[in-house]
């Protein structure tokens, strides 16, 4: 089995359940297979379990992050050795880990908070349900109403297949000019909380103002379209009901539901890079690319948008990536040393807060080739020169279940790679 295949096969059966699924003893294992024959083993394996992959290098040598029911694990361990490869338990509860996320985290100086609405407070230290962002936005919107240096309108860009709304937050000077314009989502897989909370943060900073004072600088030079949770069904479905949720939740047939929105956008598209056609599986391209509310409605945004469209970010977790396309082959596009310079400026500036340290690269050479992701659509399908998926903290530790406590730093450095990143742009185009 191909490389370019492995994640085709993530299966993840569908619950219906009042209170959310539990994963008491629920394991997460890192596997180390040393050569190519030993990872073709492995895949193999995870294949015929139906095992969910969290974390997929590309190369051997690196460990890979494998979550496993607990009637699966002797199974699993057995054959894991057979192979030849190195295991071992790194996540030896995922339901501690799912407790821990919910501890409530300290308030910090660097954050100042503004009251909304009726005196509520929306804290950046929580990760908060769909109604609360969505009241949030539109406190915004009210807020920037007396703000004389920056406006914030909101439209709906679409309908999801629950029919959510999918908003974007335009943030600009308000000046009536109009400027290159930037675009940055979040919550494309359900499970990956920390992305919407930080392009929450994001907006926060730009409509209030930051610690670094990089907003005005930000918006003297563009215009900032902000959507926070692409794929509101599925993080509902994440709160509710299955916190590893990962895609939409438009019913298939067979009692399977969800389509990955990452597999789904049209640039060459293909269910046989990365993704699939099995309805069930985790990675499920759609019956066709665009098959699917969500990603139409980006498409159709960004095509009416993109005259002026300098730069694509779309928010993800985990690994601690900042990656550009192509995703679909391993070939890189003419102008990678563009992309991967910028990067760099953006990672190495927020690396210089924590010292959290970020790969760059295409995310077929450092990931997995999965083919109809939405950078490689940005690029290829709508012409934005600077497009990225990242993928945010943490290596693995926590996974998608990161702690709330690590919201707060995680967002602060993401904030400062992104001004750094978007600054070197404009100082590029002179
Ligand atoms: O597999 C994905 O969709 C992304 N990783 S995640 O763990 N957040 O699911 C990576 C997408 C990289 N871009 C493309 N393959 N086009
Ligand atoms: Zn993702």
Redesign the pocket.
Known sequence: MSISII?ASLFVCTFVSADPIRFDGHKVLQILPHNVEQLEQVLQLHDLLDLDI??LPRKNNISMDVYVEPEKLDHVLTEIKAIGADVKIWIDDLQKLIDEEKQPAKRSFHLPIPLHGKNAVFDHLSYHRFATIKQYLADVVTATQSMSTVNASLSTIGYSSEANEIQVLKVSRGDGQSRPSIFIDGG??AR?WISPATVLYFINQMVYGDEFDYAPQLLDKFDWYFAPVLNPDGYEYSHTTYRLW?KNRVPNGRNCYGT?L??NFGYQWNPNV?GSTNVCSD?YSGTNAFSEKESTAVQTFLLNNNQNMVAYLTY????QMW?Y????TSALPDDWQDLDAAAKIGTSALSELYGTQYTVGS??NV??????????WAKGGAGVKYSY?I?LRDTGAHGFVLPQNQIEPNCRESWRGLAAFAMSLNARKG
């Open positions: 994640a969290w974390r494309i897989h990956e990962r990955d990452n597999r990365g990675v993800h977790s985990y690994g990656l396309p192509w995703g679909y995310s077929t990931l997995y080739s999965a083919a109809g992701g939405s950078d490689d998926t993928e």
